[in-house]
T-cell receptor
Framework: AAGVIQSPRHLIKEKRETATLKCYPI?????VYWYQQGPGQDPQFLIS???????DKGSIPDRFSAQQFSDYHSELNMSSLELGDSALYFC??????????FGEGSWLTVV | DAKTTQPNSMESNEEEPVHLPCNHS???????IHWYRQLPSQGPEYVIH???SNVNNRMASLAIAEDRKSSTLILHRATLRDAAVYYC?????????FGGGTRLMVKP
């Protein structure tokens, strides 16, 4: 079965640069979520979209933005990157408030 | 958000049952109890969920207290591949929050 696809899997950026992560949810899923997991920490909810509209907002910095496109893929844009943004970023998707399925994550390293 | 409390870590021997507890004393009537696990360097993986009744699936069983203030995830026979961080989470809507899971170590 198709899973949540994230790209790129690994990304290295310098401080103050911009990074964009992409997420392709499971086909026909109507909700996309973004989570951030720092080293040794639990995943923290950032933001979610339901049918292309923002639905919930968590601890997402103002430097970050996200959107869901007409084909339901989503992008997380991160600007003015800081060392502390280095983390594993997960995208997840679900259908009709059902089980949430996670992708394998995108590793962002800020140097 | 309703909070959950889990032990930081637990240890089990391979092939033995494991009972992972979770306290959620502030659970509301509409909160579902979800369990996810996260293997190293992987995304969280759904294990099981329930509302009031005990639940079984191919991965595990979920025992929910009558007052719903606690639950226990039961792995019937732990394997080395079950070593992971197990998260208990409550969601009344469509969002999962992860906090303070239990790191399960399985000894051969």
């Amino acid at each position: 079965a198709a899973g949540v696809i994230q790209s790129p899997r690994h990304l290295i950026k310098e401080k103050r640069e911009t990074a964009t992560l992409k997420c392709y949810p499971i086909p026909r899923h109507d909700t996309v979520y973004w989570y951030q997991q720092g080293p040794g920490q639990d995943p923290q909810f950032l933001i979610s979209f339901y049918e292309k509209m923002q639905s919930d907002k968590g601890s997402i910095p103002d430097r970050f933005s996200a959107q869901q496109f007409s084909d339901y893929h989503s992008e997380l844009n991160m600007s003015s990157l800081e060392l502390g943004d280095s983390a594993l970023y997960f995208c997840a998707s679900s259908l009709d408030e059902g089980t949430i399925y996670f992708g394998e994550g995108s590793w962002l390293t800020v140097v | 958000d309703a909070k959950t409390t889990q032990p930081n870590s637990m240890e089990s021997n391979e092939e033995e049952p494991v009972h992972l507890p979770c306290n959620h004393s502030t659970i509301s009537g509409t909160d579902y109890i979800h369990w996810y696990r996260q293997l190293p360097s992987q995304g969280p993986e759904y294990v099981i969920h329930g509302l009031t009744s005990n639940v079984n699936n191919r991965m595990a069983s979920l025992a929910i207290a009558e007052d719903r203030k606690s639950s226990t995830l039961i792995l019937h026979r732990a394997t080395l591949r079950d070593a992971a961080v197990y998260y208990c989470s409550l969601n009344a809507g469509n969002m999962l929050t992860f906090g303070g899971g239990t790191r399960l170590m399985v000894k051969p």
